[in-house]
């Protein structure tokens, strides 16, 4: 079947969806599924689509990856919209990840094991809210991933608010340990500062 435009001429063909199997999606078929769209994530062996972000969404992955570029020593590496492959049908795609450098396999890398994952970031969008404040954190440190932060919109003032996660091994759930206005400021993982009002500035 081919999609028709308002001219009754021929364009692509209709996208088909992926039918699921009766088990559900596993974290290695996003590799193998044709013609997904961009950071298509994996929740519970579902398949989860990203609607287009926002400008905020946008300014504020590119503060926190490049700060976190800049300020990292130099065993650490910093990626976005990387997946994590959880378990066999969770692979989800955080925002934001730092890792240790010697966790990179190569150029076509795809995804990174949780085990590697030292910080995972979400910036949450209106289609993520849900997602982003209980099912992926709660997802993140059952599979022990240490830190955790979750960024939301101010609404006054249209600024990024950092609300600040550490893992409780013994539990495998996060403690709040702050929150974040105007400028973050933590020691772990590593000696972090950032200009959160910078987020909208040209040249920072």
């Known amino acids: 079947m081919s999609a028709t435009t308002d001219d009754g001429l021929h364009d692509e063909p209709a996208y088909r969806w992926p039918i699921p199997p009766p088990e559900g999606w596993t974290a290695d078929d996003l590799d193998r599924i044709p013609g997904l769209p961009p950071h298509t994530e994996l929740i519970d062996g579902s398949l989860v689509f990203r609607s287009p972000q926002t400008r905020f969404h946008g300014r504020t992955m590119g503060l926190l990856d490049n700060t976190l570029l800049e300020q990292a020593p130099e065993h650490l590496d910093v990626d ?20 240790p450098a010697d966790a990179v396999t190569g150029p076509n890398q795809t995804w990174y094991e949780p085990e590697d994952i030292l910080l995972a970031v979400e910036v949450v969008s209106a289609d ?77």
Not at 80 to 86: A, D, S, Y
Not at 167 to 190: E, M, N, W
Request: net charge neutral.
């Open 80 to 99: 976005r919209e990387m997946t994590v492959k959880l378990d066999p049908k969770n692979r989800p795609e955080p925002d934001i990840v730092v890792f």
């Open 128 to 204: 993520s809210r849900e997602r982003d404040r209980e099912v992926k954190p709660r997802k993140y440190a059952a599979a022990g991933v240490p830190h955790f932060w979750r960024v939301e919109q101010d609404d006054d003032k249209g600024l990024p608010v950092v609300y600040v996660y550490e893992l409780d091994p013994a539990t495998k759930s996060y403690g709040l340990t702050g929150i974040c206005h105007d400028r973050l400021q933590v020691a772990v993982p590593f000696d972090i500062e950032i200009d959160l009002t910078a987020v909208n500035r040209r040249g920072r």
